[in-house]
């Protein structure tokens, strides 16, 4: 069964920092662009970060960008969210994403497997 | 970045009734629009993607439309297990964004 499973999640002061893991199984991991996506405690779904199936491209949210890094070990088939100088607002659900594509003439993306997610709680 | 609005942001329907979720892009996103499903305390579950394609093993009553900058998400008879919050997200752009949300109840 294709999975995803993040670990890392903890409770972090302000200002603190954080790294993020998600495993992935029973799929070509190093095919796949991935995500990183939060929903803030009875909020909705937010975007984090993207990084293409060779790292060689990474996308951030303007909420994120400068204090977050994304990063993937393919090899290990793992993905990565650097967190950095944490805001009480950054506390959330943080989810990994599998994004897949439809076949030519045109590329349609979409994310369709979801791990369960691991819990950041920003908290003095 | 593209925006997304979801109206409404709640409704409440009965058993059986047909139930419209509509999607508007801040700019025009083709059809690079997806729609994802969560029950409570679930991950979100993809839906239907590309604004038309409905996802392997999603119910037939589920189904999408449109281009553009407006998108509809339809429900053509309500269940029970469709209690659940709905999101719109873009796929046109490297900043993926979600829509706000529609949250379903069952009268």
């Known amino acids: 069964e294709v999975q995803l499973v993040e670990s890392g999640g903890v409770v972090v002061q302000p200002g603190g920092s954080l790294r993020l893991s998600c495993a992935a199984s029973?799929?070509?991991?190093?095919?796949?662009?991935m995500h990183w996506v939060r929903q803030a405690p009875g909020k909705g779904l937010e975007w984090v970060s993207l990084?293409?199936?060779?790292?060689?491209?990474?996308y951030y949210a303007d909420s994120v960008r400068g204090r977050f890094t994304i990063s993937r070990d393919n090899s290990k088939n793992s993905l990565y969210l650097q967190m950095n100088s944490l805001r009480i607002e950054d506390t959330a659900l943080y989810y990994c994403?599998?994004?897949?594509?439809?076949?030519?003439?045109?590329?349609?993306?979409?994310?369709?497997?979801w791990g369960k997610g691991t819990t950041v709680t920003v908290s003095s | 970045d593209i925006q997304m609005t979801q109206s409404p942001s709640s409704l409440s329907a009965y058993v059986g009734d047909r139930v419209t979720i509509t999607c508007r892009a801040s700019?025009?996103?083709?059809?690079?629009l997806n729609w994802y499903q969560q029950k409570p305390g679930k991950a979100p579950k993809l839906l239907i993607y590309?604004?038309?394609s409905l996802q392997s093993g999603v119910p037939s009553r589920f189904s999408g439309s449109g281009s553009g900058t407006d998108f509809t998400l339809t429900i053509s008879s309500l269940q029970p297990e469709d209690l659940a919050t709905y999101y719109c997200?873009?796929?046109?752009?490297?900043?993926?964004?979600f829509g706000q949300g529609t949250k379903v109840e069952i009268k």
């Open positions: 994403t599998k994004e897949s594509q439809t076949q030519s003439p045109y590329y349609y993306y979409y994310m369709d497997v």
């Open positions: 029973e799929f070509n991991f190093d095919d796949y662009t």
């Open positions: 990084i293409t199936w060779d790292g060689g491209n990474t």
């Open positions: 700019q025009s996103i083709s059809s690079y």
């Open positions: 590309a604004a038309s």
């Open positions: 997200q873009q796929s046109y752009n490297s900043l993926r964004t």
